[in-house]
């Protein structure tokens, strides 16, 4: 049976909460994580990168000199690849870095990573927070009462403007939706903070 504690706005523990063993008590599978971040990390690039070719690269209209005759070596153009300024040969170009993954191994990456961070005692349930007006002070000091480490991943089930405004100015702090969990956000957090609806979300969604 897996276990989490279950901490108040202030970050003094409330209780314990018990796990769904299908999602948090799996087997830890590490190729398709490591592929299903691969695969994020791959997608998230743009692919623009661009260099010029010898067709590209402006000038080189005229023969630098004869053909024969000069003792120098034959030359065509100056923007051949062999001359300053010239044009790159096998240089990259624009191009897709877009990689698929089944759907299924997409969960069960997402399985494993949520399994791995709870095996550790990394994932702690946030049981409310209720604010008048964003206070960064008040997500601190949260933080730091259940020492969440250098990388804290909060996980809502639904948008909370006090809690997301008071922890933007946070760059150790990541705020996402339940629906909008990766493998890289789990991955890369050493605190998960999840509240009661983002779990239920969870639990619902990939059991």
Do not use: C
């Not at 997409?106 to 702690?124: E, F, Q, T």
């Amino acid at each position: 049976m897996t276990t989490v504690s279950v901490v108040d706005q202030t970050g003094t523990a409330t209780g314990e909460l018990e796990l769904s063993e299908a999602i948090f008590g799996g087997p830890v599978n590490t190729a398709v994580m490591h592929q299903a971040l691969i695969r994020q990390l791959a997608n998230a690039r743009q692919g623009t990168h661009d260099t010029k070719t010898r067709t590209e690269v402006r000038g080189g209209g005229k023969k630098p000199w004869r053909q024969k005759g000069t003792g120098r070596a034959r030359q065509g153009s100056i923007r051949s690849p062999q001359w300053a300024g010239g044009g790159i040969v096998f240089g990259p170009t624009p191009r897709s870095y877009r990689q698929e993954m089944p759907r299924k191994q997409r969960r069960l990456a997402l399985r494993s990573a949520l399994a791995a961070k709870a095996a550790d005692g990394h994932i702690s349930v946030l049981g409310g927070f209720e604010l008048d007006a964003p206070r960064t002070r008040a997500v601190v000091d949260l933080l730091r009462t259940i020492e969440a480490g250098a990388r804290v991943l909060m996980v809502l089930g639904s948008h909370n403007e006090p809690l997301e405004r008071s922890a933007r100015n946070l760059p150790e702090v990541r705020v996402i939706l339940a629906a909008n969990l990766s493998v890289r956000d789990l991955l890369t957090a050493d605190t998960v903070l999840m509240t009661r609806d983002a779990l239920e979300h969870v639990e619902e969604a990939w059991s």
